[in-house]
Structure formats: structure tokens, C-alpha cells
């Protein structure tokens, strides 16, 4: 056992969650913006996005409810808050810019909710947990990116609202790998489960719809 897993189970962290009866599946922020490394992309984003393709046709599948999030600000900016200020580039993200849409590959269907955001929490200011009480929803499949971005605030603010929030390693991207693995880490030892594409196949087949 590494030095640093040692240090968290002697503390207690890192229990597994598991899956709860009623999940929904989030994407966040797969935009084409993210998808270009001269933008805001690059790392292991593109092979998350052909990963999060299997996740979302086995989802629809299953028919499990569906989320997508982008980074929209008005044209005029007057939403832009420290968000922005820390990384003025996201005021770009306007609903007429095609970098701010869903990429191509993970495009939306009839049904399917699209939840614009202005910061970095998926939860903030939007209509996300009206979307999740309504339908009833125990536990969130977390896919998007990036991981030490959106995803990881997203997740916490999951937590913290006493979802069940289950990252799926591989459909997650950041564009450094440091920040990746640093990330996963930290989220499975004090906020989430973080498994794989199999884990999730796995628990839709047992689910009764």
C-alpha cells in the first residue's frame, strides 16, 4: 500500500458509497470548446468524450435520465462573475459561440435536459435539483470534464445535497493528467465512489426499470 492510501484508511476515509436505486446520468460540459487543446482542451478529454459515447447509448438504453451541462454567459457578459475573472477566456462561452455546444458525438436527444451554468458547480444557481427531485433521483453518474474542474465541484455539491455521486473514471478528462489522477484520488477518499465504464454496465443490468 502506497504512504498516501495508508494515511487515509487509518483515518476512516475512503468507505464505498455504492449504487443507489434512482440514478441519472450528468455530462458535464462536453462542449467543443473543451474538445480543442488551442482552447480549453487537451489530456485524456478527447478519449473521455468516446468513452462517455458507450456511457450514454447504455444509459438511453436503460433509460435512465439524462443531463447535459454547459458554461453559457450572456453576450453582454453581465453574468460574468470570479469565475470568469480567474479565467476570463470562459466569457467566449456565449449561447451563439459554437465552441459552448455539445460535442457532435454526444448530442442531445428529445428528453434529454441541457443545464446551463456560470460557474463551476453543475448545482449553482441552476435548476439541477428541481430536475432531480422531480424525477426522483438517489444517485448521480458523473461524467464530463474537466476532472479537477467542474466535475470535482460538481461532485462535492452532489455529496453535500446527500446524493450518491459515482464518477466514472474513465469518462472524465482533464487537461493535465496530474490534476486527473489527483482529483480521482481525492474524490474517492471523501466525496464519491469513482469506478469504470464495466462497473457501470454492471449495475444498470441489475436494475429493474
Not at 436505486?21 to 480543442?36: E, Q
Not at 480567474?86 to 456565449?94: F, G, R, S
Not at 466535475?151 to 462535492?156: E, S
Request: proline share 5%; with cysteine; glycine share 8%.
Amino acid at each position: 500500500m502506497n504512504t498516501d492510501l495508508e494515511i487515509y484508511r487509518k483515518q476512516g476515509l475512503g468507505k464505498s458509497l455504492g449504487f443507489g436505486k434512482k440514478p441519472a446520468l450528468i455530462i458535464i460540459d462536453f462542449v467543443n470548446g473543451f474538445n480543442d487543446p488551442s482552447i480549453f482542451g487537451g489530456g485524456n478529454i478527447p478519449s473521455a468524450i468516446k468513452k462517455t459515447k458507450d456511457l450514454l447509448s447504455l444509459c438511453r438504453n436503460n433509460k435512465i435520465p439524462i443531463a447535459f451541462t454547459r458554461i453559457i454567459y450572456s453576450e453582454n457578459q453581465s453574468d460574468a462573475g470570479i469565475f470568469a475573472k480567474k479565467a476570463p477566456k470562459l466569457k467566449t462561452l456565449t449561447l451563439s459561440n459554437p465552441l459552448s455546444q455539445i460535442v457532435p458525438e454526444l448530442r442531445p436527444i428529445e428528453g434529454e435536459q441541457i443545464i446551463d451554468k456560470t460557474d463551476a458547480s453543475a448545482f449553482h444557481s441552476t435548476g439541477l435539483i428541481k430536475w432531480l427531485i422531480f424525477n426522483n433521483i438517489d444517485t448521480l453518474i458523473i461524467s464530463g470534464c474537466t476532472t479537477s474542474g467542474c466535475v470535482r465541484a460538481t461532485t462535492v455539491d452532489a455529496c453535500a445535497y446527500n446524493y450518491i455521486p459515482i464518477v466514472v473514471s474513465d469518462c472524465v478528462g482533464d487537461r493535465a493528467i496530474g490534476p486527473h489522477n489527483s482529483s480521482l484520488f481525492d474524490l474517492e477518499q471523501k466525496y464519491s465512489d469513482v469506478v469504470n465504464l464495466i462497473d457501470v454496465r454492471k449495475y444498470l443490468s441489475g436494475l429493474v426499470n
